[in-house]
């Protein structure tokens, strides 16, 4: 039974071990993009200045500070659910013996 209860109690910790460990690349994979396009955007133009650039780059590096916002969250959650499933798992096992131990 202890195995049941813990894969129900563990169902959903995958999706948040993927989501904490893939989103910083998503947000940096964004941040490429963002700056690839603000150049190219401005590739027509003969003379750009760091006024110009600084916040089409700055709004490019939104998408890291999103990515890395959503990792920090999502690990912590996976590792506090993780150690209460454990807790969890622990307390079913010990209940376990000691309802098998009084036949």
């Given at each position: 039974y202890t195995t049941l209860f813990r894969s129900d109690a563990s169902s959903?910790?995958?999706?948040?071990?993927?989501?904490?460990s893939t989103?910083?690349?998503?947000?940096l994979f964004g941040t490429v993009v963002g700056?690839?396009?603000?150049?190219?955007?401005?590739?027509?133009?003969?003379k750009v200045s760091f006024s110009v650039i600084?916040?089409?780059i700055?709004?490019?590096l939104i998408a890291t500070a999103a990515g890395i916002l959503v990792a920090i969250f999502a690990y912590t959650f996976h590792q506090i659910l993780s150690r209460k499933v454990y807790e969890f798992n622990v307390?079913?096992?010990?209940?376990s013996q000691i309802?098998?131990?009084?036949?």
């Open positions: 959903g910790l995958s999706i948040l071990s993927i989501i904490s989103s910083p690349f998503i947000g700056i690839l396009e603000s150049f190219a955007r401005f590739s027509t133009h003969s600084a916040p089409a700055s709004e490019a307390y079913i096992k010990s209940q309802l098998l131990s009084r036949k």
